[in-house]
């Protein structure tokens, strides 16, 4: 069992910068692929990106791609998103997500991964 939590959400002017952490418990961190899943009011869940166990592989959704980093420290058991030139249409709650396969690099939105956090709203004012 992996549980997730967010943090870093909040509040930025178009423009701005957020970083949103993912903190995953247990003792088998490195055997997850990660990644960040979003969902506007009224849309339906985004794929955002994803990184690979051993943080070599990426991939990022076009929307984000130039923007948005990934990257996972196994020593702290966490995964971070840093959030650049945010954009009112990032709006979203944010979700963090695990998975022991390979899954998360399909760039689905419709993937369901083997866990998820329970969401941090990320706001950007126009």
């Known amino acids: 069992q992996v549980q997730l939590v967010e943090s870093g959400g909040g509040l930025v002017q178009t423009g701005g910068s957020l970083r949103l952490s993912c903190a995953a418990s247990?003792?088998?961190?490195?055997?997850?692929?990660m990644g960040w899943f979003r969902q506007a009011p009224g849309k339906e869940r985004e794929f955002v990106v994803a990184i690979s166990r051993s943080g070599g592989s990426t991939v990022y959704a076009d929307s984000v791609k130039g923007r948005f980093t990934i990257s996972r420290d196994s020593a702290k058991n966490t995964v971070y998103l840093q959030m650049n030139s945010l954009k009112p249409e990032d709006t979203a709650v944010y979700y963090c997500?695990?998975?022991?396969?390979?899954?998360?690099?399909?760039?689905?939105?419709?993937?369901?991964?083997?866990?998820w956090g329970q969401g941090t709203q990320v706001t950007v004012s126009s």
């Open positions: 247990g003792r088998t961190f490195s055997s997850y692929a």
């Open positions: 997500a695990a998975d022991r396969f390979s899954g998360l690099f399909s760039g689905s939105d419709h993937y369901i991964p083997d866990y």
